[in-house]
């Protein structure tokens, strides 16, 4: 193919970044990948948040609030919140509770490190600050602020918000998988036992060997990497380091020589994306393939909901999500490469919204109808930082082109299900129909091992005796709900659930 020219570049550019007008948009549910802010580096004894990291976390929820919360009609021309926080445009989610928080309309997951809890906490202060306005119907309602005497309850540091935020740990919540699909995949420890390897630039590694070189007695000679380790297998740890440095400490900082952070962050990029970005070797990418089915999940849960659960979906994680769904998805091969093939800034964010023009045929109880999933359309934005000159902007998926920056719910679903992670169900979930007003047809089942010795009629392939009870092989998790069991993936990607005591699985 023949290379592009800057002039198309640049047109591009401009045609995959039009954000679009929002009077004939409605918003049902959105789906947020959010990075960590400001930490102090991995090679620390204990990685934790710093202030500026919570500050990074919060202003990014204020972002998301201006953008889903903050105005209830189109009648409000306050845009002064909106320029601060960086946003081009304002998509309110229908429904959704403006004030307070709602934990039946929410899901917000974390991995258990310490940084991403507290980066979590952070955001919500920013999504939803203090209020003294009464609590939702969820938590209690006027009801519970109430005393019997008449008095007025408010929450702590004037009226603080408390979120429910599942933490879910990569040893034994079988779901982190989710958030953080590559740590603990044998398949991909396997692979990186190998790294590098041939898909390596070899211009990484023997020219990045002598810069780093140049740099240790001035950087890195109170670091715990000896300078024999200072090289392109230690790119992501080495920049970390020296970020966090240049930023933090005033004796290092002035050290730095023009030009040197940058380099060192461009190669932390290209180490990570022969981790885990290369196509080639597809196991490099599972932190992706996970993210792209349980977003797939989650749109499909507000579905089946008509609208009314999953409206927004907080995933807080790390870089390799973002860094795998980049190459899946070909939006570091497309007109906005540059932006995709590095690393994302601490804040950064990813937003998947499921969407429709304004319906304004009205239920029996007046309210906006839910469409039908065939008028249903998803759009990706993405904001490489949480600093106010960084704008979010919508770009186009799966090389669909510059002039199509949204695709239709249906066929989001298919080259979702495309990258994501695969079952072991022939033809996976897009065997899975809908009914009326996007709801799945009833064709799911459920089954249930106990002792060891039964399954329910229902997904499920069958049963096998094991030393530790029974295993079936079942589809893509990212339509199951389980109770008890542990899963386990085999070679050949297929997903086993095994169990001894009873284990409940639900497919929806």
């Known amino acids: 193919m023949a290379p592009l020219s800057s002039s198309t570049v640049l047109v591009a550019t401009l045609l995959a970044t039009t954000t679009l007008a929002q009077s004939n948009v409605r918003v049902w549910s959105s789906v947020a990948w959010i990075l960590y802010g400001d930490r102090t580096p991995l090679l620390s004894d204990n990685p934790t948040l710093t202030p500026l990291g919570a500050q990074q976390l919060k202003a990014q929820g204020a972002a998301l609030r201006t953008r889903y919360l903050w105005k209830s009609s189109p009648d409000d021309d306050d845009d002064d919140d909106i320029d601060s926080n960086g946003l081009d445009d304002i998509a309110p989610i229908h429904g959704i509770e403006q004030y307070t928080i709602n934990n039946r309309q929410l899901r917000a997951m974390s991995t258990t490190d310490t940084y991403n809890i507290a980066s979590a906490m952070a955001f919500f202060q ?86 780093y070189a140049s740099l240790y007695p001035r950087i890195f000679n109170s670091s715990s990497l000896p300078l024999d380790q200072l090289d392109f297998l230690q790119a992501y740890n080495i920049y970390d380091y020296a970020a966090y440095h240049h930023l933090h400490n005033p004796l290092l900082s002035p050290l730095f020589a023009e030009g040197e952070l940058p380099r060192l962050r461009s190669l932390a990029s290209s180490e990570i994306r022969s981790r885990h970005g290369n196509l080639s070797l597809p196991i490099r990418t599972i932190a992706g393939r996970t993210l792209a089915s349980y977003t797939k999940s989650l749109l499909v849960d507000n579905i089946r909901s008509a609208g009314s659960t999953s409206k927004l979906n907080l995933l807080f994680s790390s870089f390799e999500p973002f860094v795998a769904f980049f190459a899946l998805s070909s939006l570091d091969a497309g007109a906005s490469r540059e932006l995709f093939r590095e690393l994302p800034y601490p804040g950064a964010v990813m937003l998947f919204e499921l969407f429709s023009t304004v319906n304004t045929t009205k239920g029996r109880d007046g309210e906006e109808e839910y469409p039908e999933v065939k008028d249903l359309k998803v759009r990706f934005l993405y904001r490489n930082s949480s600093a106010s000159e960084a704008r979010l902007r919508v770009y186009s998926l799966f090389e669909t082109g510059v002039n199509y920056p949204t695709l239709e719910f249906l066929d989001f679903e298919r080259k979702m299900g495309g990258v994501g992670v695969k079952g072991g169900r022939k033809g996976g979930d897009q065997d899975v129909e809908y009914g009326g007003r996007g709801q799945k047809k009833e064709r799911v089942g459920s ?59 639900r497919e929806f």
Request: with cysteine; glycine share 10%; hydrophobic share 25%.
């Open 447 to 505: 089954w249930e091992l106990r002792n060891g010795k039964k399954v329910v009629e229902g997904v499920g392939e069958g049963v096998e005796e094991t030393g530790t009870g029974a295993r079936v092989e079942v589809p893509d998790r990212s339509h199951l709900r389980t109770v008890g069991g542990r899963w386990e993936e085999d070679d050949d990607d297929r997903l086993s659930l095994y169990g001894r005591e009873p284990v409940k699985v």
């Open 126 to 211: 920013g999504l939803y600050p203090p209020t003294t306005i009464k609590p939702s119907n969820s938590t209690g309602g006027a009801i519970a602020a109430t005393l019997a005497d008449g008095t007025t309850m408010t929450y702590p540091l004037d009226g603080y918000q408390y979120p429910q935020i599942q933490t879910l740990s990569r040893l034994f919540n079988p779901d982190s998988i989710y958030l953080d699909g590559s740590s603990h995949c044998p398949s991909f420890l396997q692979s990186m036992a190998s790294f590098p390897s041939e898909e390596t630039p070899s211009s990484n590694l023997s020219t990045s060997s002598s810069f």
